[in-house]
């Protein structure tokens, strides 16, 4: 299985003005990144800001984080990216790197 970061931000295009609304949205947003965390759907779910954060997925694909990640949109827009591994990855760019500068 691979491993996915998930790097999350607040929409201030659809974000409320009236607080009430915005809280809504965020204990709706605490409540599935509980169930996300518990049912294991996630390994792990920060933030970096008070507007934006992480979330660490294993997954068998980008599809399966995407169907987890959906639910938050529009109120939260979603960049999902592969983590390679440090060893998969220096092997391919040392591989890389030998090899052009053989020529």
């Known amino acids: 299985m691979a491993r996915y ?3 999350w931000k607040a ?6 003005a ?4 915005a809280l809504a949205i965020i204990e709706g947003a605490e409540a599935g990144g509980d169930m996300l965390l518990q ?3 996630a390994e792990e779910i920060g933030w970096l800001t008070a507007e934006s954060g992480f979330a ?10 995407l169907g ?3 639910p938050f949109f529009p109120f939260y827009s979603q960049e999902i990216h592969e983590i390679v591994p440090w060893k998969d990855a220096t092997a391919a760019l040392l591989a ?3 090899m ?4």
């Open 11 to 16: 929409n201030p295009a659809v974000w409320p």
């Open 56 to 65: 660490i997925f294993q997954a068998d694909s980008k599809a399966t984080v």
């Open 68 to 70: 987890a990640v959906q």
């Open 96 to 98: 890389s790197a030998r």
């Open 100 to 103: 052009m500068a053989s020529r």
């Open 39 to 41: 049912s294991g759907g």
């Open 18 to 21: 009236d607080p009430k609304q």
């Open 5 to 7: 970061l998930v790097l």
